[in-house]
């Protein structure tokens, strides 16, 4: 990633920041927090942590479905050379 970055000039971009970014869209295209944190792989925190034990599979397949989306429209706007 490190080669990556250095080729497109991005000096202060990390690979956290995907994270980052995919939890800000994810969030602006209504996806429910908790179903975002799941897909980190965080684990739930207070009362849902203790009662709720569901793992929302079928939410984050629907979220990251729509990520991809966003990320293939993004890239079929590059313009080669």
Do not use: C
């Not at 996806?31 to 793992?55: C, F, Q, R, S, W």
């Amino acid at each position: 990633m490190k080669k990556l970055r250095e080729s497109i000039d991005i000096p202060e971009w990390r690979t956290h920041d995907f994270r980052r970014s995919l939890v800000t869209n994810l969030s602006s295209e209504g996806i429910a927090p908790h179903v975002t944190e799941k897909m980190l792989g965080h684990e739930l925190g207070g009362v849902m942590a203790v009662y709720n034990k569901h793992d929302w599979i079928d939410e984050q397949k629907e979220a990251y479905e729509l990520y991809a989306d966003k990320i293939f429209w993004h890239v079929k706007q590059l313009k080669p050379g």
